[in-house]
T-cell receptor, first 111, second 114 residues
């Protein structure tokens, strides 16, 4: 079955700097890669996703890149702000199969 | 408003008790999931369903059961609660049949077994 590895587990960046979170997946057939953000005490919410037929997707300060050959995808946050502090989860799925999540990255934005 | 609802939000219960955590969604989704999560930590899939009368076990071994008699309802039952069950339980749902779709999460039930 699918396995998703996520790094780093904790990341601290200075406000205004960029943050990068990386994930790898094992099943080359997976075709959907969402990213969820979970603020303290709240439920996970989708912030961006990418399908396997696309190499990059951007939404304001957030971008995701996908390298199908390497089975690797990354989340990039530019010009980080205090409200970006949260736990971020990557995930992978194939069609209508179950969603497999990474273990999460705790992002701290330092003032 | 279309959403996914979990009750109760908080529950403290004694060891050995049977409990049912409720999850209902008004979005018409076929796929539903139960995850166990210690605060801010990994999401462990414990059960999922593709629709009515469909239930599958996830990756986390758990002494729990689920049922899916109605599309909108996916309750989770612990037959005999133990302190090791203390955690947050998150229910989620998504569309089936479109290949890929966003999962929507409920607010969670924070369970404490004493």
């Amino acid at each position: 079955g699918e396995n998703v590895e996520q790094h780093p587990s904790t990341l601290s960046v200075q406000e205004g700097d960029s943050a990068v979170i990386k994930c790898t997946y094992s099943d080359s057939a997976s075709n959907y890669f969402p990213w969820y953000k979970q603020e303290l005490g709240k439920r996970p919410q989708l912030i961006i996703d990418i399908r396997s037929n696309v190499g990059e997707k951007k939404d304001q300060r957030i971008a995701v890149t996908l390298n199908k050959t390497a089975k690797h995808f990354s989340l990039h946050i530019t010009e980080t702000q205090p409200e970006d502090s949260a736990v971020y989860f990557c995930a992978a799925s194939l069609g209508d199969d179950k969603i497999i999540f990474g273990k999460g990255t705790r992002l701290h934005i330092l003032p | 408003e279309a959403d996914i609802y979990q009750t109760p939000r908080y529950l403290v219960i004694g060891t050995g008790k049977k409990i049912t955590l409720e999850c209902s969604q008004t979005m018409g989704h076929d796929k539903m999931y139960w995850y166990q999560q210690d605060p801010g930590m990994e999401l462990h899939l414990i059960h999922y369903s593709y629709g009515v009368n469909s239930t599958e076990k996830g990756d986390l071994s758990s002494e729990s059961t689920v049922s899916r008699i109605r599309t909108e309802h996916f309750p989770l039952t612990l037959e005999s609660a133990r302190p090791s069950h203390t955690s947050q339980y998150l229910c989620a749902s998504s569309i089936l049949g479109q290949g890929v779709s966003e999962a929507f999460f409920g607010q969670g039930t924070r369970l404490t077994v004493v």
